[in-house]
């Protein structure tokens, strides 16, 4: 089994930055590709971004793009979303998750059990 653990969030006003990160742990695959996603309360859990193992497929959600910067280091089995531009709607818990294609992270078909996420609330 998968873990995998969140970190780095916190409270900033609109306009301000955070850098999430998400370790993963435990019996992954040989290779797999890594993705964030949110839940905002009284919504479901929605698609943020997603990187492939090599870094050569990334894939943003039309409401972080150009705002939102996903990387990983596959030596620390890590991936990261460098948020910036924060808006009040991005006010979430996050969490990661993986899966062997970035196909079926876009489609929130992941392996792994859900963490317990970190939540960023962005102040107006």
Do not use: H
């Not at 797999?32 to 929605?46: D, H, L, S």
């Not at 150009?66 to 709607?89: C, W």
């Not at 996050?94 to 970035?102: H, K, V």
């Amino acid at each position: 089994q998968v873990q995998l653990v969140e970190s780095g969030g916190g409270l900033v006003q609109a306009g301000g930055s955070l850098r999430l990160s998400c370790a993963a742990s435990g019996r992954t695959p040989s290779s797999y590709a890594m993705g964030w996603f949110r839940q905002a309360p009284g919504k479901e859990r929605e698609f943020v971004a997603t990187i492939s193992w090599s870094g050569g497929t990334i894939l943003y959600a039309d409401s972080v793009k150009g705002r939102f910067t996903i990387s990983r280091d596959n030596a620390k089995n890590t991936v990261y979303l460098q948020m910036n531009s924060l808006k009040p709607e991005d006010t979430a818990v996050y969490y990661c998750n993986l899966d062997r294609q970035s196909c079926n992270i876009i489609r929130m078909r992941v392996l792994s059990p859900w963490g317990q996420g970190t939540q960023v609330t962005v102040s107006s």
